[in-house]
């Protein structure tokens, strides 16, 4: 309860320092933005109002804009000064794609260092989401009968939003933490708000969306002369009573700062001016009061930091428990806080090289000169905590040279730690997207053997077997020689003995919008093929080099599995292919970029019994390899594979696609009839001969 008291008193405090930074007041008032009036603190310009409380002002259209954290305006729908309120007007539901217009920049975020907050006056609308709702710390409603159901069914706007599974409702705000709405791929991706929305009403009686944000009073401006409080008549430049290092225009005795209007105004009846506003009231005490005091502030303080080391050695126990249980893997070795802290510069923000929806991750030194990466978990979220340990427990049971070594961890700082090899060469999202060095034709296929040879000894050879979850080209690390390693083990899934004879397992989705298994996402039947069908956007995006999701495509194509599935309807993979891979390509290289988007499509069906294993594909990556290097590969004869290099050589208009036909490779061919009976005539002359 100390605490909530001593909170308050905060924003003052920051207050001053802010506005001792701006030097000088100007105007109190700014007048009119149009034909709307701008009322006291809120300022439209350098020159007026309080530089604390920055808005926008558009005059052609008479319309103040709310700023977001970002750089993201907001139209202003009404303003109360005296009730230190505004409503702004929450962005539009993308009718075909259940976005929010604000889903590029993760929703609504005000600057926590400014006056403003999001009130508890609001009903939030939370659509197409999914069950990890990471960034929430208040009790939601994801019920059939919660708001949100009203709202999609009536709105045909948010007509999109009906295909999703989940949609919420909340009441938040009200606090001094609540400075976000966010939105994004591991949440919610659309929302609506309501002010003072009385459940029971009918649809058609719903007030127009709208979100309410209140601000903390403003104090006195400041000043360093007399001159200063020109525009604040009745006042004068004295010293703060609660900072005597600041100096503010006071108001004269008689009257009192009116914060909603910004002037000094007349005490009425004497009530409420009873000492001069640069008066410090005097407070005698005892020397016995004063020790009885100290005294009993020195015992709580002695109480709550034993309480507080009882409580963090036991959640350090606690943590030591999850690491250690059911582990028949090795041990992780746990650093001390001390060592990570060293390593990392105390997590200078230098040495960031990677933040999420998990966390931030820094690259570290230990003392014997080990490159460290170290994860951290975002402050106060315990689903993050969750994710770290779990994480441990999956890579303390795996060994293989194409997933990133886990080294140990730390438990004894606020957030458990992850400490692991460090990969120097970036990701291959980086690579892809032009942010790293470019990758031919033949690297990108070792990446995508390498990656699901991986994924494969974690589904048939871990013991238990293992489904990663988060399948994407941002989790697929690169080493100095450009080999795989694929990290981010935080959503993975450990599949219990009981569970194995199952066709799958029941859990909550979990994953990153683009690379969601459908059948997952609407069933919450996990499966190794759901990390299959992640690969297989991962092979979309080697072939083209695009993003899985990106809302700089036209808005049909921002899915790119959806964008890709049409593609091959009409026939036209060589249109979007990558150019770098495209130009200057053998023939061969251009029908094995055919082969792997056939294999993507195989990996990306939406009826997951009819996906390959992930050991079927990359045994088909293996094979495409091998007719690009001329080496037969594992899978297929060195006969097998001459044959169809011979077929090639006689036959250039052939199209080769290579495919799953009852579990079985076979080779499927598109040529002329003489074509075809030359290359059989090849083929079973080596098979046979």
Not at 169 to 181: E, V, W
Not at 231 to 245: Q, T
């Amino acid at each position: 309860m100390a605490n909530c008291k001593i909170i308050p008193l905060l924003k003052p405090l920051f207050m001053m320092f802010l506005f001792l930074a701006s030097g000088t007041t100007g105007d109190m008032h700014c007048g009119l933005c149009g034909k709307t009036t701008v009322p006291y603190p809120l300022s439209t310009g350098p020159n007026c109002g309080d530089q604390a409380y920055k808005i926008n002002c558009n005059p052609n259209t008479s319309t103040l804009y709310f700023i977001s954290k970002v750089g993201v305006p907001y139209a202003i729908t009404s303003v109360n000064p005296k009730a230190q309120r505004m409503v702004i007007k929450p962005p539009n539901v993308s009718p075909n794609t259940c976005f929010s217009e604000d889903y590029s920049t993760e929703g609504f975020h005000i600057d926590d260092s400014t006056p403003f907050n999001i009130t508890s006056s609001n009903t939030i609308l939370l659509m197409n989401c999914t069950d990890d709702l990471l960034h929430l710390q208040v009790p939601i409603n994801c019920s059939t009968n919660c708001l949100c159901h009203k709202y999609i069914d009536n709105t045909p706007s948010a007509a999109a939003c009906k295909k999703q599974a989940l949609c919420c409702s909340l009441r938040t705000g009200g606090s001094q933490n609540a400075y976000m709405i966010p939105v994004h791929a591991n949440g919610c991706m659309a929302y609506q708000s309501f002010v003072n929305l009385d459940p029971g009403l009918p649809f058609a009686k719903w007030p127009r969306p709208g979100l309410e944000l209140m601000w903390a009073a403003p104090l006195e401006p400041l000043c360093k002369t007399n001159l200063d409080c020109r525009d604040l008549p009745c006042s004068k430049c004295l010293p703060d009573p609660i900072n005597g290092g600041l100096k503010r225009c006071l108001c004269k005795k008689g009257r009192y700062w009116d914060f909603a209007s910004g002037y000094c105004q007349k005490c009425r009846n004497g009530t409420g001016c009873k000492f001069h506003k640069n008066q410090t009231p005097v407070i005698g005490s005892t020397t016995g009061v004063i020790l009885l005091v100290a005294l009993a502030g020195f015992i709580v303080y002695r109480q709550r930091k034993y309480t507080k080391h009882v409580a963090r050695r036991a959640l350090i126990k606690e943590r030591e428990d999850i690491i250690n249980a059911n582990t028949s893997g090795r041990s992780a070795k746990v650093f001390s806080g001390k060592e990570i802290r060293k390593a990392t510069i105390d997590f200078t923000k230098e040495l960031m090289i990677g933040s999420g929806g998990f966390g931030e991750v820094f690259k570290g030194t230990l003392e014997d000169g080990t490159e460290i990466a170290v994860k951290r978990p975002k402050p106060g979220n315990t689903k993050g905590h969750a994710q770290v340990l779990n994480e441990v427990q999956i890579l303390c049971q795996v060994n293989h040279r194409n997933l990133v070594k886990l080294l140990g961890c730390c438990v004894e700082l606020d957030e458990p730690l992850l400490v692991y090899e460090y990969v120097r060469n970036g990701t291959l999202f980086e690579h892809l997207h032009r942010k790293r060095g470019p990758l031919g034709w033949l690297k990108r296929l070792c990446i995508a053997h390498q990656t699901a040879d991986g994924l494969a000894y974690l589904h048939s050879s871990a013991e238990p077997p293992i489904y990663h979850r988060d399948v994407k080209t941002s989790n697929i690390l690169l080493d100095e020689k450009l080999d795989v390693k694929v990290s981010d083990f935080g959503l993975s899934r450990l599949v219990e003995l009981a569970e194995r004879d199952c066709t799958h397992i029941q859990t909550s989705a979990q994953g990153t919008l683009g690379y969601l298994d459908p059948e997952y996402y609407l069933n919450l039947q996990l499966t190794d093929r759901s990390d299959v069908y992640s690969f297989g956007v991962v092979l979309l995006e080697l072939l083209t080099s695009e993003k899985a999701i990106d809302f700089n495509r036209e808005e049909e194509n921002v899915n790119l599995v959806v964008y890709m599935k049409r593609v091959f309807e009409g026939g036209k993979l060589m249109a979007v292919i990558d150019p770098s891979l495209r130009g200057g390509a053998t023939e061969v290289e251009l029908e094995t970029m055919k082969a792997v988007g056939d294999l993507a499509m195989a990996c990306l069906d939406e009826r997951r019994q009819n996906r390959p294993s992930m050991k079927e594909v990359a045994d088909e990556i293996d094979c495409i390899i091998s007719i690009i290097t001329c080496e037969p590969s594992k899978t297929y004869s060195l006969r097998f594979i001459l044959s169809v290099h011979l077929a090639l050589f006689f036959c250039p208009k052939l199209s080769v696609h290579l495919g799953f036909q009852d579990k079985k490779y076979s080779i499927f061919l598109n040529i002329t009839p003489n074509d075809y009976l030359l290359y059989l005539c090849i083929h079973y002359f080596i098979i046979y001969v």
